[in-house]
């Protein structure tokens, strides 16, 4: 059997959180900023220059970690799901293997029952915004013994993969 290779990146929409910690981050710098200023002017040491130059390198760098990415990379049967934050920070929020899927089912209202289930207690969603076209999700024992629930956006050759992987009882007829 040869080996299969796919991957794919998908873009995370901001959310009204990450708009937020992103306005926050703004006006915190703002606030710095001005507070430095009035305070040097007070003990007659220019430090508007320094808190500018702190306050832009670092409201820049914070205002960056709110983008991220997501890239799924599927290997025989195998998904990590890595989280890329600011195009530069990368970190493995999962691996799991297609084999120890117990459902996976499109992400539609008639599947609801599944993906709602009291019973999962982790959840893992890794898809571009909450009403993104294409979402599936698949639900298994995760490393600490939790039923968990990945939400992701497979493309056609990577469900093509993943349903070769899959249990018998799984699998698209």
């Known amino acids: 059997m040869a080996d299969t290779y796919i991957e794919r990146i998908v873009k ?3 959310d009204s959180r ?9 006006a915190g710098g703002f606030v710095l900023v001005v507070a430095a200023s009035i305070i040097g002017g007070m003990i007659g040491i220019p430090l508007f220059p320094i808190f500018f130059a702190l306050t832009a390198f670092f409201g820049f760098r914070f205002f960056l970690q709110q983008s991220w990415e997501f890239e799924y990379a599927v290997t025989n049967g195998e998904i990590d ?3 890329i934050m600011g195009r530069s920070t990368r970190k493995r929020i999962l691996t799991v293997d297609c084999r120890n899927f117990d459902v996976f089912l499109p992400l ?5 029952s599944e ?5 999962i207690k982790t959840t893992v969603d890794a898809a ?3 009403d993104a076209e294409g979402r599936w999700f698949a639900i298994f024992q995760g490393k600490d ?4 629930l990945l939400i992701f956006e497979p493309d056609e050759r990577m469900l093509n993969v993943i349903n070769a992987a899959l249990p018998r009882r799984l699998q698209k007829r």
């Open 12 to 14: 995370r929409k901001p």
């Open 128 to 130: 571009s915004s909450s």
């Open 81 to 83: 799901i890595d989280r």
């Open 108 to 112: 539609i209202p008639e599947n609801a």
């Open 145 to 148: 013994g939790q039923r968990t």
């Open 18 to 26: 990450q708009r937020m910690a992103r306005l926050g981050i703004v």
């Open 115 to 119: 993906y709602q289930s009291k019973t």
